[in-house]
């Protein structure tokens, strides 16, 4: 194939993407003067329209999405978001409205944030959320942030956070943050909490116990109520990482589960797609205790039925963000959840988990389960029977790509070995899956018979194998013109 060129190859000087008809009034030089533009940017490649046009549809061409093809990057819940929430998300009453609009002139946005924070209380059993944090992540550090500011203010500040080791990395850095010290809690043979170690780990200097449902490994934790029981004993509290909400929507409710405070990843479970650095929205729901600690602003109802931000709130921990988090994500995320109705919701679990299902059992000959314990949204595999061809779980996700497929999520958990973990959520097809077991299964087959085609994928991407180190510690981020050499594609 001839390569493509890039634009850095194809600027003739003088080549326009615009023309304008000629002036009628008289020419002023220098109008940008003052403007703040760039000064230090030039020499940008000169081109025309159709050749801007496509070296942009290329670059966009270059990346994997999940309107391109499946997507089961495992706990990521990388389903497709229907495209009417972007539209709804778009209309100017909410796209053009600015956050320093006085209250009574954005009744309806204000209407919009409330209505989200009590179906999500709903559907989670919680008794109240705040919208602001934009990530799972700060989520889970304004979750922190609320149960110190709780136990500090009861004169009994403590200083250990319990994670069990199937936890997303993000649990520990939250709370080493908050000025905690971790503590890993053990899993079991199944998969689960250890409710032994719990125990001997649980004491009056534990603020909190970190726990995901369903855990990492897609397992749900059935002794929830009990580990609940004993956090709650020593007065310490229970925050969910409720990225995996995806599974229970409907279902069951962590509040119910006797949880304290957990956080949503609307831009997992709520029709926002994940990933890709787009704006996202990590709510976080409280029982009551741990409500007047909320982030301000509040926002609250008037006698007369008008809703205001309340900034008056003593116990607040603050503000997390700027403004009230981001709105249109609550806006995708609401129209989501009204669209879909109660059965919808429920629907949407139910299918999540038959997906995951018949992709385990599709496979479980072929590649190695660790636990054996049923899962729900999501299955981790590992690469125990390839690597005796010494074939590795990278191999396997980058061959992946040559058949469509992005890969499937390899980091975490720690505790399997080469994991592939797996998720399809609800939005893909039985043929999709299909297609999907089988190329699971080809690439079974060539790490016995072929494992060097395995090692050199994919063959068929724009780039091939990356220096992810390098891409890191020396990352490239904007095109300078001094540097005219454009980046080699590594074959
Ligand atoms: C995605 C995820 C997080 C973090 O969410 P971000 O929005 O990426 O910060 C935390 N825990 C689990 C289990 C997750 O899957």
Same mark, same amino acid.
């Given at each position: 194939?001839?390569?493509?060129?890039?634009?850095?190859?194809?600027?003739?000087?003088?080549?326009?993407?615009?023309?304008?008809?000629?002036?009628?009034?008289?020419?002023?030089?220098?109008?940008?003067?003052?403007?703040?533009?760039?000064?230090?940017?030039?020499?940008?490649?000169?081109?025309?329209?159709?050749?801007?046009?496509?070296?942009?549809?290329?670059?966009?061409?270059?990346?994997?999405?999940?309107?391109?093809?499946?997507?089961?990057?495992?706990?990521?819940?990388?389903?497709?978001?229907?495209?009417?929430?972007?539209?709804?998300?778009?209309?100017?009453?909410?796209?053009?409205?600015?956050?320093?609009?006085?209250?009574?002139?954005?009744?309806?946005?204000?209407?919009?944030?409330?209505?989200?924070?009590?179906?999500?209380?709903?559907?989670?059993?919680?008794?109240?959320?705040?919208?602001?944090?934009?990530?799972?992540?700060?989520?889970?550090?304004?979750?922190?942030?609320?149960?110190?500011?709780?136990?500090?203010?009861?004169?009994?500040?403590?200083?250990?956070?319990?994670?069990?080791?199937?936890?997303?990395?993000?649990?520990?850095?939250?709370?080493?943050?908050?000025?905690?010290?971790?503590?890993?809690?053990?899993?079991?043979?199944?998969?689960?909490?250890?409710?032994?170690? +719990?125990?001997?780990?649980?004491?009056?200097? %534990? &603020?909190?116990?970190?726990?995901? /449902?369903? !855990?990492? @490994?897609?397992?749900?934790?059935?002794?929830?109520?009990?580990?609940?029981?004993?956090?709650?004993?020593?007065?310490?509290?229970?925050?969910?990482?409720?990225?995996?909400?995806?599974?229970?929507?409907?279902?069951?409710?962590?509040?119910?589960?006797?949880?304290?405070?957990?956080?949503?990843?609307?831009?997992?479970?709520?029709?926002?797609?994940?990933?890709?650095?787009?704006?996202?929205?990590?709510?976080?729901?409280?029982?009551?205790?741990?409500?007047?600690?909320?982030?301000?602003?509040?926002?609250?109802?008037?006698?007369?039925?008008?809703?205001?931000?309340?900034?008056?709130?003593?116990?607040?921990?603050?503000?997390?963000?700027?403004?009230?988090?981001?709105?249109?994500?609550?806006?995708?995320?609401?129209?989501?959840?009204?669209? +879909?109705?109660?059965?919808?919701?429920?629907? %949407? &679990?139910?299918?999540?988990?038959? /997906?995951? !299902?018949? @992709?385990?059992?599709?496979?479980?000959?072929?590649?190695?389960?660790?636990?054996?314990?049923?899962?729900?949204?999501?299955?981790?595999?590992?690469?125990?029977?390839?690597?005796?061809?010494?074939?590795?779980?990278?191999?396997?996700?980058?061959?992946?790509?040559?058949?469509?497929?992005?890969?499937?999520?390899?980091?975490?958990?720690?505790?399997?070995?080469?994991?592939?973990?797996?998720?399809?959520?609800?939005?893909?097809?039985?043929?999709?899956?299909?297609?999907?077991?089988?190329?699971?299964?080809?690439?079974?087959?060539?790490?016995?018979?072929?494992?060097?085609?395995?090692?050199?994928?994919?063959?068929?991407?724009?780039?091939?194998?990356?220096?992810?180190?390098?891409?890191?510690?020396?990352?490239?981020?904007?095109?300078?013109?001094?540097?005219?050499?454009?980046?080699?594609?590594?074959?």
């Amino acid at each position: 194939m001839i390569r493509e060129p890039l634009i850095f190859e194809i600027s003739d000087e003088g080549k326009r993407a615009y023309a304008l008809p000629k002036l009628d009034i008289p020419e002023k030089k220098d109008v940008l003067q003052d403007v703040r533009t760039r000064k230090d940017i030039e020499g940008f490649p000169q081109v025309s329209e159709i050749e801007i046009v496509r070296h942009f549809t290329r670059l966009s061409q270059t990346n994997f999405c999940i309107d391109i093809g499946f997507y089961p990057l495992g706990s990521c819940t990388m389903k497709y978001n229907p495209k009417i929430n972007e539209k709804i998300a778009s209309f100017p009453g909410f796209s053009h409205s600015h956050p320093f609009s006085p209250e009574e002139l954005v009744q309806g946005n204000l209407e919009i944030l409330k209505t989200t924070e009590e179906l999500l209380s709903e559907i989670t059993g919680m008794d109240a959320f705040t919208l602001q944090p934009s990530a799972g992540a700060q989520g889970e550090l304004v979750g922190m942030m609320l149960i110190r500011a709780y136990l500090e203010e009861k004169g009994d500040p403590r200083k250990i956070v319990l994670i069990p080791d199937s936890a997303h990395g993000t649990n520990p850095s939250s709370a080493h943050l908050s000025g905690y010290r971790v503590q890993e809690i053990k899993s079991n043979e199944q998969g689960t909490v250890d409710v032994e170690d +719990l125990v001997r780990a649980m004491n009056d200097d %534990v &603020a909190a116990l970190m726990i995901t /449902n369903p !855990n990492t @490994l897609g397992i749900f934790e059935s002794d929830i109520k009990k580990i609940c029981a004993i956090v709650h004993e020593k007065s310490g509290f229970v925050y969910m990482d409720g990225a995996n909400m995806n599974a229970l929507l409907g279902e069951c409710r962590p509040g119910d589960m006797d949880v304290d405070v957990i956080h949503l990843n609307l831009h997992k479970t709520f029709s926002t797609p994940h990933g890709g650095g787009g704006p996202g929205s990590g709510p976080v729901g409280v029982k009551k205790v741990l409500d007047p600690y909320l982030p301000i602003p509040v926002i609250e109802r008037r006698k007369d039925s008008s809703l205001y931000f309340n900034l008056d709130r003593p116990k607040s921990i603050g503000r997390v963000q700027s403004f009230y988090g981001n709105f249109l994500v609550v806006v995708k995320a609401l129209a989501y959840i009204l669209s +879909l109705g109660p059965n919808g919701l429920k629907e %949407v &679990a139910e299918i999540a988990v038959l /997906n995951a !299902n018949y @992709l385990r059992k599709s496979l479980e000959g072929e590649y190695h389960l660790k636990y054996k314990t049923p899962t729900l949204h999501e299955c981790v595999f590992s690469d125990k029977f390839q690597k005796e061809h010494g074939v590795q779980n990278i191999d396997i996700a980058k061959r992946l790509i040559d058949f469509g497929v992005h890969p499937p999520t390899m980091s975490f958990p720690l505790i399997v070995h080469g994991a592939l973990m797996i998720e399809p959520t609800e939005t893909e097809s039985k043929k999709d899956l299909d297609l999907f077991i089988e190329a699971m299964k080809r690439i079974s087959k060539e790490a016995q018979e072929n494992p060097e085609v395995l090692k050199e994928a994919p063959h068929t991407s724009y780039m091939r194998r990356l220096d992810e180190t390098k891409a890191a510690r020396e990352s490239v981020l904007r095109w300078r013109p001094e540097e005219k050499e454009a980046p080699q594609n590594k074959e």
